[in-house]
């Protein structure tokens, strides 16, 4: 694996952090306002259409999981979580195993070299990842039903028998712990995965980020990821979600031959307490050579299960959330006065935190100016509130968003996947939908009064001039 050097290529920076942007925040198609009725019914004609709502099953090993079957591509979608097992859930030390674990996991699995490992998934137009965060590590399939059996054998040799190829496990640990240290190479990631958790989460484990310190990360070994596989992959800590052209009786057996060989584990409980994020009014920067300049901001939020979340939901979209096109941070940055290239804001939803993540792309020499602006909008949301017809945009672009998103049974487990991570029920889609409606003016407005505060705001700023 190569390094690579963004420092000299200002439009390949440009494009990383499109594509940064993109993914950071789910990308909204434009909403026109509509009458709230009729974008409810639509979203429940959808709804009916594709009956969307998933079922609980147990398959004959006793895993808990829950599926959908979708006949109108042949297609299926498997998302597995291994709870509690994420980076906040290690010894300080070991806090970059998980992560490591994510990236070292396909190098070389059973009989599978590296390389042949890649080309058989790609034979079989088949996806297997894996991604690990501060909470959980999560794998993914998709397959063509007509391969699926060769996919399955593939997914479970991903889970139970990698072998971790010493020499290539090493170019990877060496080239994560580069990244590490040098802001000017991938800026968004340090600060997402780094700079931010280790102000913010005070004494939490969150703080130690998702890959701990470069020192520590290149201390790990390959037995540190035998080690982790052996104690947190386990069916007891599995949720499970099976989505696609597959009947309740083969999501059963499939359950049990993907987990073939992963034992059942102890069962684990979690008291940790949830932890507001600390903001306090501090900028920090970071030097990345180049005309343009990243900054990073964070806000406070309600969590994923809190009553107060759906009203902080329509508040963040008309600031900017969904890279919504309409919202202030694009229409007054950008399209009023061309101060930024791009921004956005998302949520960020842990176990035990939550908090919003923002970002501008920017000239060095708007930083200031973009701050300066960004502030003031937020102030005037806190001071002024929103306004009806901002309420009834908002509402028809989260259900909009909603409708355009969830077209495919890949995109619905995405979904609901997500939703039962954080503790929803199945009936969590039409859950949204109604709460979401059930807003009213003056929630969104306290929300604002409580929570904003635009002299709070924590800032990291990575740019030429900001050394």
Excluded at 244 to 249: A, L, M, Q, R, T
Aim: net charge positive; with cysteine; proline share 3%.
């Amino acid at each position: 694996m190569s390094r690579v050097d963004y420092r000299n290529n200002d439009k390949r920076r440009a494009c990383v952090a499109s594509i940064i942007l993109t993914l950071l925040v789910c990308f909204s198609a434009y909403c026109d306002e509509k009458p709230e009725k009729e974008s409810a019914s639509k979203i429940s004609q959808e709804k009916d259409e594709k009956k969307s709502e998933p079922t609980e099953l147990v398959s004959p090993r006793g895993i808990k999981f829950w599926h959908m079957k979708d006949e109108s591509a042949p297609l299926v979608h498997v998302r597995i979580a291994f709870k509690h097992a994420g980076s906040a859930c290690q010894k300080q030390e070991k806090a970059g195993v998980p992560f490591f674990y994510s990236i070292a996991v396909f190098c070389g699995c059973g009989k599978y070299s590296k390389t042949q490992f890649a080309k058989e998934c790609s034979n079989l137009a088949s996806r297997i990842s894996c991604e690990a965060g501060f909470d959980n590590i999560r794998f993914s399939m998709t397959a063509p039903k007509i391969v699926l059996d060769k996919t399955v054998d593939l997914f479970n040799a991903s889970l139970t028998s990698p072998n971790f190829e010493e020499d290539k496990v090493k170019i990877i640990q060496n080239d994560v712990a580069y990244s590490m240290q040098n802001y000017a190479a991938e800026p968004f990631q340090v600060a997402f995965s780094s700079i931010i958790p280790s102000i913010i989460f005070g004494s939490h484990p969150y703080r130690n980020g998702k890959l701990g310190s470069p020192e520590n990360f290149l201390k790990l070994s390959t037995n540190d990821l035998r080690n982790y596989k052996e104690k947190f992959l386990t069916t007891s800590r599995a949720e499970v979600c099976i989505f696609g052209d597959v009947s309740e009786d083969e999501a059963k057996s499939l359950i049990d031959r993907i987990f073939t060989n992963i034992p059942t584990g102890e069962s684990v409980k979690i008291s940790e307490q949830y932890v507001s994020p600390t903001l306090n009014p501090e900028i920090r920067k970071y030097y990345a050579e180049g005309q343009q300049s990243s900054i990073f901001f964070i806000l406070k939020t309600e969590r994923p299960l809190s009553k107060k979340r759906y009203a902080a939901e329509i508040l963040y979209r008309i600031l900017g959330e969904g890279y919504n096109f309409k919202g202030l941070i694009l229409s007054k940055l950008r399209t009023e006065n061309g101060l930024v290239y791009g921004g956005g804001i998302t949520s960020v939803d842990l176990e035990h935190s939550s908090y919003m993540f923002g970002i501008l792309q920017t000239d060095n020499s708007k930083v200031q100016a973009a701050i300066d602006l960004l502030k003031k909008i937020i102030k005037d949301l806190k001071v002024n509130g929103i306004n009806e017809k901002e309420l009834q945009f908002a509402k028809n672009n989260i259900k909009g968003n909603l409708m355009v998103r969830l077209r495919t049974s890949d995109d619905l487990c995405s979904f609901y996947f997500r939703k039962k991570l954080q503790g929803f029920g199945a009936n969590a889609l039409e859950d949204e939908i109604k709460k979401i409606d059930s807003v009213k003016l003056e929630e969104v407005n306290a929300f604002a009064r409580k929570t904003l505060n635009e002299n709070t705001l924590f800032i990291v700023i990575g740019g030429e001039k900001t050394s």
